[in-house]
């Protein structure tokens, strides 16, 4: 049996003075840019569902083009839904991430796809299990504060970036990032259930209109992976009716 010693507890960094990039009138520039196009310009939504969503608080939607132009004031009323604290949960209370603009944080970063090998000293590509090693790494480090994998799984093909949630998650206390750039088009529904055995356990979670994809960790957290319905449509299908969501904490986005 492995044995592994205590993570110790993070050390953030206090936000005593904070700069201002941009001036007062600057900032209500950037406001009046931002409402004009997205009242004029719009943003398209390939997703029958959101555009119906959209239409029925009153924003002007071209069905054809799937082109949604929303006005200053469904903005400002959206905005004014929208929570000013966030909190990043680790597997453990005392690793949450209170995001409230007093402190900032320190993470890893990547993400790259060669390492050094330690035993051999020659380059080759990375694998789960060095984002695994690099994970533990982190966890034993009070300055870092939450653990973004720095290579990719490159052994497990277009699943990787699941695999390197795994690593992350079953090998950290503290919070876990992660993102993936491959299109759902491109990744089929049965690979990816399949990763479920690899994984703990995959649900999906839908919340105020929205859908995300959740990997349940071994306690009552999970990662949640904030996504539109259209980019979640195939693995969504893969994993509908197979696990109930639940209302966990978010150890990983």
Request: net charge neutral.
């Amino acid at each position: 049996m492995e044995q592994y010693s205590e993570t110790p507890d993070i050390i953030s960094i206090s936000s005593h003075h904070k700069i201002e990039i941009l001036s007062p009138s600057e900032i209500d520039t950037l406001k009046k840019g931002t409402y004009q196009l997205l009242a004029e310009v719009g943003v398209k939504y390939p997703s029958k569902k959101a555009l119906t969503i959209f239409a029925d608080h009153g924003a002007e939607i071209d069905w054809d083009s799937c082109i949604v132009r929303i006005p200053p004031d469904l903005v400002d009323k959206a905005m004014s839904t929208a929570p000013r604290d966030i909190v990043l949960g680790g597997r453990e209370p005392r690793f949450d991430l209170t995001l409230d603009g007093s402190r900032s944080y320190l993470t890893t970063d990547g993400c790259g796809v060669h390492v050094i090998d330690l035993e051999t000293r020659k380059k080759r590509a990375s694998s789960k299990a060095d984002v695994a090693m690099m994970a533990r790494v982190a966890d034993a480090i009070p300055m870092v504060s939450f653990f973004w994998p720095m290579v990719s799984a490159q052994d497990y093909g277009k699943t990787a970036p699941l695999h390197e949630c795994h690593a992350g998650l079953t090998n950290t206390l503290k919070h876990v990032r992660g993102g993936t750039t491959v299109h759902p088009d491109l990744a089929s529904a049965s690979e990816m259930a399949n990763t479920i055995e690899t994984v703990d356990v995959f649900c999906t979670i839908k919340k105020n209109g929205k859908t995300a994809i959740a990997i349940m960790a071994p306690s009552d957290t999970c990662l949640v992976t904030a996504t539109t319905a259209i980019q979640t449509k195939r693995v969504t299908k893969a994993f509908r009716g197979l696990y109930k969501a639940r209302t966990p904490k978010p150890v990983a986005t």
